[in-house]
């Protein structure tokens, strides 16, 4: 099971980290990635981190902003996103798929999702 958190209410330019966590399996073997869905709007994808090689990958939108990384300790993954903008609104999703590599893009490329938690960039 996955569980994202750390969504809320910003203001332009503020910076907010979501969090992304698993239960019942080690995310170390597991590619994870961040997608997200603005209202009215088709789920999209943000950024994703390599299970082989912690290489990371992000949609040109976030490129600059975002950064995906790993906590391996305690078995997290985190998007730091910076310089948040209005666009940035959406709900965002962490998901996860085993021994995953490369920029995986795509929904179904993944087994596993979070329940998704909002962001909302605001003045």
């Known amino acids: 099971q996955l569980q994202a958190c750390g969504g809320g209410l910003v203001q332009p330019g503020d910076s907010l980290r979501l969090s992304c966590a698993a239960s019942g399996f080690t995310l170390d073997y597991y590619a994870i990635g961040w997608f997200r869905q603005a209202p009215g709007k088709e789920r999209d994808w943000v950024s994703c981190i390599s299970s082989t090689d912690g290489r990371t990958y992000y949609a040109d939108s976030v490129k600059g902003r975002f950064t995906i990384s790993r906590d391996n300790a305690n078995n997290m993954v985190y998007l730091q996103m910076n310089n948040l903008k209005p666009e940035d609104t959406a709900v965002y999703y962490c998901?996860?798929?085993?021994?995953?590599?490369?920029?995986?893009?795509?929904?179904?490329?993944?087994?596993?999702w979070g329940q998704g938690t909002l962001v909302t960039v605001s003045s």
């Open positions: 998901a996860a798929v085993i021994g995953g590599w490369g920029p995986l893009k795509r929904l179904d490329q993944y087994d596993y």
